[in-house]
C-alpha cells in the first residue's frame, strides 16, 4: 500500500502540473469518464443497460427496447447528479448535510421521485457472511448525519477522506434506496475536490467491493476496502495522465482536445 500511495502522490504532483498547461485537455475524457460513472453505478445496483446503451439514452434520447423505464430514468437521473457534482466541486465552502441530500435528490429524481432526498421511513437491513446486518434505525439518522456532516465540513479533501466519508455514508444507511449510488457520488464529489479524477467501481469489481464493505461492516477493518480503491484510483490517475500529456505534446488548435479514448467499461 505505501508504495501505491507513493505512485497516486507522483501523478497527482505531474498531474496538477500538466492541467496547468492543457486547460482543456480533459474536457473529452472527463465526458466519457461521467457516462462510465453513470454506467458503472447503476450496473453495480442491478441496471440492465449495457454501456453503450446508457450512453445513447443519455447523449441521444434513445429508449431502448426490452429494457425498463425506471433504468432509463436511473441514467438520465445519474448523469445529471455526477454533472452536478462537477459544478459544486468549483466551490471552496465545506459540504453540508444538504449536499448529501441533494445528491441523493438529484439521483433518485425520476426513478424514485417519491423517496428522493428524503430520510429512511424504514429499516434497512443486509445480508453478509455472518448474517443479517441492521443499518441504524430512522430516528436515529438525523443525529447521525448531523455528526457526519460536522466531519465532513473539517476533513481535507484528500483519497482517504473521500474513501472514508463513501463508507461512513453506507454505514448509516440514511436513505431508503439509493445509499450506494450517493455514497458513490459524495466520494467522487471530494475526489474532484481535491483535483483527483473521479474513481468507476465497475462490475466486475462488485463482488470484491460488497465483500469488502460488508468485512468493514463486520468491524474487520477497512483495508480491503481502501485497498480497491487506492488500486481505482492509481489506474485511473494513469489515464488521465495519458490524456494530458498527448494534450501537451500536440498543438491545441481549438477548444476541445480529443483524448483518443474508447469507452470501455
Keep these: 500500500m505505501e508504495q501505491r500511495l507513493q505512485d497516486i502522490a507522483a501523478k497527482k504532483a505531474e498531474l496538477d502540473r500538466l492541467r496547468a498547461r492543457a486547460p482543456g485537455g480533459l474536457t473529452n475524457l472527463e465526458h466519457s469518464y461521467d457516462l462510465e460513472l453513470t454506467y458503472t453505478s447503476n450496473a453495480i445496483e442491478g441496471n440492465t443497460l449495457t454501456a453503450v446503451e446508457t450512453t445513447l439514452v443519455i447523449e441521444q434520447g434513445i429508449t431502448v427496447a426490452g429494457k425498463p423505464l425506471r433504468d432509463h430514468l436511473e441514467?438520465?437521473?445519474?448523469?445529471?447528479?455526477?454533472?452536478?457534482?462537477?459544478?459544486?466541486?468549483?466551490?471552496?465552502?465545506p459540504l453540508t448535510e444538504m449536499d448529501v441530500r441533494s445528491l441523493h435528490r438529484l439521483v433518485m429524481?425520476?426513478?424514485?421521485?417519491?423517496?428522493?432526498?428524503?430520510?429512511?421511513?424504514?429499516?434497512?437491513?443486509?445480508?453478509?457472511?455472518?448474517?443479517?446486518?441492521?443499518?441504524?434505525?430512522?430516528?436515529?439518522?438525523?443525529?447521525?448525519?448531523?455528526?457526519?456532516?460536522?466531519?465532513?465540513?473539517?476533513?481535507?479533501?484528500?483519497?482517504?477522506?473521500?474513501?472514508?466519508?463513501?463508507?461512513?455514508?453506507?454505514?448509516?444507511?440514511?436513505?431508503?434506496?439509493?445509499?450506494?449510488?450517493?455514497?458513490r457520488l459524495l466520494m467522487n464529489l471530494i475526489l474532484i475536490r481535491g483535483g483527483y479524477p473521479p474513481?468507476?467501481?465497475?462490475?466486475?469489481?462488485?463482488?470484491?467491493?460488497?465483500?469488502?464493505?460488508?468485512?468493514?461492516?463486520?468491524?474487520?477493518?477497512?483495508?480491503?476496502?481502501?485497498?480497491?480503491?487506492?488500486?481505482?484510483?492509481?489506474?485511473?490517475?494513469?489515464?488521465?495522465?495519458?490524456?494530458?500529456?498527448e494534450a501537451v505534446a500536440v498543438p491545441q488548435t481549438s477548444g476541445r482536445v480529443s483524448d483518443g479514448r474508447s469507452f470501455q467499461p
Design 75 to 93: 441514467a438520465i437521473d445519474h448523469y445529471e447528479a455526477i454533472r452536478y457534482v462537477r459544478d459544486i466541486a468549483r466551490r471552496s465552502v
Design 199 to 245: 474513481v468507476a467501481v465497475r462490475p466486475q469489481d462488485r463482488p470484491a467491493y460488497i465483500h469488502a464493505l460488508q468485512a468493514a461492516q463486520d468491524g474487520q477493518g477497512s483495508a480491503a476496502f481502501d485497498g480497491l480503491l487506492y488500486q481505482r484510483l492509481d489506474a485511473t490517475m494513469g489515464e488521465f495522465l495519458s490524456a494530458l500529456r
Design 109 to 183: 429524481l425520476r426513478s424514485h421521485p417519491g423517496i428522493a432526498g428524503s430520510y429512511a421511513t424504514q429499516g434497512r437491513f443486509v445480508l453478509t457472511d455472518s448474517g443479517r446486518h441492521a443499518f441504524p434505525a430512522p430516528a436515529e439518522i438525523p443525529a447521525l448525519l448531523g455528526d457526519f456532516a460536522a466531519w465532513l465540513a473539517q476533513a481535507a479533501d484528500t483519497p482517504e477522506t473521500a474513501f472514508t466519508a463513501h463508507r461512513r455514508l453506507v454505514d448509516i444507511h440514511p436513505f431508503n434506496d439509493g445509499n450506494g449510488r450517493t455514497a
